[in-house]
């Protein structure tokens, strides 16, 4: 039987608009998105997985006072101009390699911040009758193959809607989005689940499963039609959640355990480990940093 091809995925969507008001005051005038993990910004992570996903065109949904974004996927021709007079090599290639080609990049604007779903709505005119995926940059994946790259692979296997999840504990299910197992289609710990609900942020004992939705989609462009009419949900917002399930039963839902771990750097805890999880990958970094932190532990009394 000759496999069905599905249309390729060319566009990410990331929806940068949000405030970042829990990294108050480091973001008062700073992009949450532009925050460093390491020495790359978190917005960067995502651009670089899309990237290797394939990913051909790179939407920003942006709000106010998010231009240090458009800066950093522009060139910088002051620094760039001192960097070759002092023949800084290195630090001239990591500023300019990864820059996209002219008109691979659009910025466009969310002027309210009505949500996940509408920020993605806000995108419409761009994605056309195309599915897409979309990056929340603040959801940032440790693994060898880029998270977004396995779950175009899945795609072009099963086509479909497809959902980055993972396994949370119940007490946490009010935070996330829930996947409802069809459990017709699959076992409950299988690799790839198909959903025949998702509910968004429910109480620990109505989540019909444990498995959370994180910051990664792929979508078909019918999903646009259905965030147009979308009511506001959870936290008074358009939920990216609801549309989706509103999708079920006119096209196939699945839920992705990706190979990886995820980082919340939407939260402090979730920052800070991320940027210790992500400095021991790097060689030049990890042996000093392994004294250190465990001169920290021993003057905090850790062991």
């Known amino acids: 039987m000759t496999k069905k091809k599905h249309k390729k995925i060319r566009k990410v969507i990331f929806p940068v608009g949000g405030l970042g008001t829990r990294f108050l005051p480091a973001t008062k005038s700073m992009p949450k998105e532009m925050l460093p993990v390491v020495d790359k910004p978190l917005i960067h992570y995502a651009f670089e997985e899309a990237h290797a996903a394939g990913i051909e065109e790179f939407i920003f949904v942006t709000g106010r006072n998010k231009g240090a974004i458009a800066d950093h996927f522009d060139y910088s021709y002051e620094l760039q101009d001192i960097l070759s007079n002092k023949n800084k090599k290195r630090e001239l290639k990591v500023t300019t390699e990864w820059i996209p080609e002219a008109g691979n990049i659009i910025f466009t604007r969310q002027r309210q911040p009505l949500g996940l779903g509408h920020a993605v709505w806000c995108a419409r005119n761009l994605i056309g009758d195309e599915p897409f995926a979309v990056i929340l940059a603040d959801d940032l ?163």
């Open 141 to 303: 994946v440790l693994s060898k193959k880029a998270c977004l790259k396995q779950m175009v692979e899945q795609y072009e296997d099963c086509g479909g809607n497809i959902l980055g999840v993972m396994d949370i504990p119940k007490s946490d299910t009010e935070k996330y989005g829930i996947v409802d197992i069809d459990s017709k289609f699959s076992n409950s710990d299988a690799k790839l689940v198909k959903a025949r609900g998702l509910v968004e942020k429910p109480a620990p004992e109505k989540a019909p499963s444990t498995l959370s939705i994180i910051g990664r989609y792929i979508l078909q462009p019918e999903v646009m039609d259905i965030l147009a009419k979308q009511k506001a949900g959870a936290g008074g917002e358009i939920q990216l959640t609801d549309a989706i399930a509103t999708m079920i039963g006119r096209s196939d839902v699945f839920g992705y355990r990706y190979d990886g771990v995820r980082y919340d750097c939407g939260g402090l805890t979730g920052f800070v480990a991320a940027n210790v999880a992500f400095a021991l990958e790097r060689e030049d970094v990890r042996g000093r940093l392994i004294n250190q932190l465990v001169g920290v532990f021993d003057r905090a009394g850790v062991k």
